[in-house]
């Protein structure tokens, strides 16, 4: 299949009417995924950012919508905010918990089978997102940071959404676990099969429904090929994907050395390598379209430049040509006063306003907004002017595009 078009949506969400408790500078919405709740509704989850700590994010709220314009910051539901002051696990004391992005998937209202009986999840379905602790005055994370990861429980009745239960744990079935998916969950038939990076390689876990939750009942072996880990990569590769093609299943990895890697499977559980490629160190997406069209989402650099956004269709054994989803401004380099972050893009296949639509929801900023880790020094001599980051820009935000393949 070949594109047939890209709909630009622009900017959904900017900044919360409401913002987390404990927040002291700018929040904006960055990074956001949809779920499809019943035949006319869906869900997005939205993430939020904070100026004034690297990478320090502050939580998720929720949208419940039957078109975009429904789509309101005042109408924002919290669903999972941080932690003032957690109980840290490993070392005494306490400390601030961020907390990242939420995936995971969800069983629609009214969905079925093949075999045509009613899911016996309908209605139901997880978020995982990762909770990271800060140092005191929450400026940094760094490698004695604790991770741990966050699961919400969630029902839908048609009318409203109840975030039934919300544990936190930092192991699994004898993994501990380090990080969860860049992608969606993927159900597949009546289990969900979700990656998450883990203290031995990626590891696929197995989600069912005992008629109350979802819950870990299995696994697949660990796989990882680049053994080479650094600060925020635990084992080397991390941020997988997962989606199911005609003749098995595929994760994506993005990795500590230049290079995206292809895993195949025949079961969903354990994977082998199939192909690597050359890409810039920056965040990489498989995707899926309704009609079985698989492409990757990335960026190609130069430096910190994150700008176009551009997608890869699978093509037998490669990524084929690139095509552009957004381009910011025609940047190409990260020398001038603006450096783009065009990135994280996302996709979701969807019934909305009563037809199939497959969305990419992904983040627009600038590199002089972002606030640099602790052992970031060289950066934020180079990218802030005053030793601050720059005020948020009237442009960035979450966005969403819509693709059209024929």
């Given at each position: 299949?070949?594109?047939?078009?890209?709909?630009?949506?622009?900017?959904?969400?900017?900044?919360?009417?409401?913002?987390?408790?404990?927040?002291?500078?700018?929040?904006?919405?960055?990074?956001?995924?949809?779920?499809?709740?019943?035949?006319?509704?869906?869900?997005?989850?939205?993430?939020?950012?904070?100026?004034?700590?690297?990478?320090?994010?502050?939580?998720?709220?929720?949208?419940?919508?039957?078109?975009?314009?429904?789509?309101?910051?005042?109408?924002?539901?919290?669903?999972?905010?941080?932690?003032?002051?957690?109980?840290?696990?490993?070392?005494?004391?306490?400390?601030?918990l961020a907390k990242y992005p939420l995936t995971g998937t969800f069983v629609s209202l009214g969905a079925r089978l093949s075999d045509g009986r009613t899911h016996p999840a309908a209605g139901t379905g997880i978020l995982v997102g990762e909770?990271?602790?800060?140092?005191?005055?929450?400026?940094?994370?760094?490698?004695?940071?604790?991770?741990?990861?966050e699961f919400l429980q969630l029902r839908w009745n048609g009318h409203s959404l109840e975030v039934t239960e919300k544990n936190r744990t930092d192991q699994a079935l004898g993994f501990r676990l380090c990080g969860t998916s860049l992608s969606?969950?993927?159900?597949?038939?009546?289990?969900?099969?979700?990656?998450?990076?883990?203290?031995?390689?990626?590891?696929?876990?197995?989600?069912?429904?005992?008629?109350?939750?979802?819950?870990?009942?299995?696994?697949?072996?660990?796989?990882?090929?680049?053994?080479?880990?650094?600060?925020?990569?635990?084992?080397?590769?991390?941020?997988?994907?997962?989606?199911?093609?005609?003749?098995?299943?595929?994760?994506?990895?993005?990795?500590?050395?230049?290079?995206?890697?292809?895993?195949?499977?025949?079961?969903?559980?354990?994977?082998?390598?199939?192909?690597?490629?050359?890409?810039?160190?920056?965040?990489?997406?498989?995707?899926?379209?309704?009609?079985?069209?698989?492409?990757?989402?990335?960026?190609?650099?130069?430096?910190?430049?994150?700008?176009?956004?551009?997608?890869?269709?699978?093509?037998?054994?490669?990524?084929?040509?690139?095509?552009?989803?957004?381009?910011?401004?025609?940047?190409?380099?990260?020398?001038?006063?603006?450096?783009?972050?065009?990135?994280?893009?996302?996709?979701?296949?969807?019934?909305?306003?009563?037809?199939?639509?497959?969305?990419?929801?992904?983040?627009?900023?600038?590199?002089?907004?972002?606030?640099?880790?602790?052992?970031?020094?060289?950066?934020?001599?180079?990218?802030?002017?005053?030793?601050?980051?720059?005020?948020?820009?009237?442009?960035?935000?979450?966005?969403?595009?819509?693709?059209?393949?024929?």
């Amino acid at each position: 299949m070949t594109l047939k078009r890209v709909i630009p949506h622009g900017r959904i969400l900017s900044r919360p009417t409401r913002r987390p408790r404990g927040t002291k500078h700018s929040v904006g919405y960055e990074l956001g995924k949809c779920f499809q709740l019943d035949r006319d509704h869906v869900l997005l989850v939205a993430s939020m950012d904070e100026q004034g700590g690297g990478d320090l994010c502050v939580g998720n709220d929720g949208f419940i919508f039957r078109n975009l314009g429904e789509i309101d910051p005042t109408r924002a539901i919290p669903l999972n905010w941080p932690d003032e002051d957690y109980p840290l696990k490993h070392s005494p004391g306490r400390a601030f918990l961020a907390k990242y992005p939420l995936t995971g998937t969800f069983v629609s209202l009214g969905a079925r089978l093949s075999d045509g009986r009613t899911h016996p999840a309908a209605g139901t379905g997880i978020l995982v997102g990762e909770g990271v602790t800060f140092n005191a005055d929450r400026s940094s994370a760094g490698s004695g940071s604790e991770i741990v990861m966050e699961f919400l429980q969630l029902r839908w009745n048609g009318h409203s959404l109840e975030v039934t239960e919300k544990n936190r744990t930092d192991q699994a079935l004898g993994f501990r676990l380090c990080g969860t998916s860049l992608s969606y969950f993927l159900l597949c038939g009546e289990h969900i099969l979700a990656p998450f990076v883990t203290d031995r390689g990626i590891v696929v876990f197995q989600f069912s429904f005992d008629g109350r939750r979802w819950q870990i009942t299995g696994h697949g072996d660990p796989f990882v090929t680049h053994h080479r880990p650094d600060w925020i990569f635990p084992t080397g590769e991390m941020e997988p994907s997962i989606l199911r093609t005609g003749d098995g299943f595929l994760v994506y990895t993005r990795g500590a050395d230049p290079k995206g890697r292809v895993y195949r499977s025949d079961d969903g559980l354990n994977f082998r390598l199939w192909f690597e490629r050359d890409n810039h160190t920056v965040p990489q997406a498989l995707n899926q379209a309704s009609d079985g069209t698989v492409y990757l989402t990335t960026n190609t650099g130069p430096g910190m430049l994150r700008n176009p956004l551009l997608g890869y269709s699978l093509e037998g054994d490669r990524f084929g040509e690139p095509f552009v989803i957004h381009d910011e401004d025609g940047i190409r380099d990260d020398r001038g006063e603006k450096v783009p972050f065009v990135d994280h893009g996302v996709g979701v296949n969807l019934v909305l306003e009563n037809r199939p639509r497959h969305f990419l929801w992904y983040r627009v900023c600038d590199l002089r907004e972002r606030t640099f880790h602790g052992h970031q020094a060289g950066l934020q001599t180079e990218f802030h002017k005053s030793g601050g980051p720059a005020t948020r820009s009237e442009s960035g935000g979450l966005y969403l595009a819509e693709l059209e393949f024929k």
